[in-house]
């Protein structure tokens, strides 16, 4: 397994906005909600991790290559903060992870032969539904 990349804290950023929906009188005075900005092409990720990243089809990344995580699933802001800085590290693993190649097969001679056999018999019973005709 391959070891987990560190992020330095000085290569993200990380703002108090405030969050969206329900909350009571005190949805409008604090600021809860965590946006996140990394960027990817700055940052001192491996070459190859910043390639998978920006390549991902992933709608938080933008044009520029900025990771933005918007987090305000909870109350208080430490626990937006720490929730926006897991899915950043969980991003990063998942770019970080190599797919293993997959290396393509045939169908053996006998698998072949009993794929044949078994349509033909389904065609046979299907052919026997019909009409009886003299």
């Known amino acids: 397994m ?10 993200i950023e990380i703002t108090a906005v405030r969050a969206q929906g329900a909350g009571g009188q005190n949805v409008n005075k604090v600021s809860n909600a965590v946006h996140l900005r ?20 992933d709608q938080r990344i933008t044009r520029e290559g900025v ?8 109350r208080s802001l430490e ?5 926006a800085l897991a899915r950043l590290n969980e991003l990063v693993a998942s770019a970080a992870h190599v797919p293993k190649l997959r290396r ?3 169908p053996t001679g006998s698998s072949r032969k009993r794929r044949l056999e078994g ?3 389904r065609g046979e019973i299907k052919r026997l539904r019909g009409r009886v005709r003299d």
């Open 2 to 11: 391959p070891e987990a990349i560190a992020i330095p804290e000085s290569e």
């Open 119 to 121: 349509k033909a018999r």
């Open 104 to 106: 393509p097969t045939r």
């Open 38 to 57: 990394f960027d990817i092409r700055a940052s001192s990720l491996p070459e190859r991790v910043k390639e998978r990243l920006v390549a991902s089809r």
């Open 79 to 83: 626990r937006n903060r720490d929730e």
């Open 67 to 74: 990771l933005v995580i918007k987090a305000q699933q909870h």
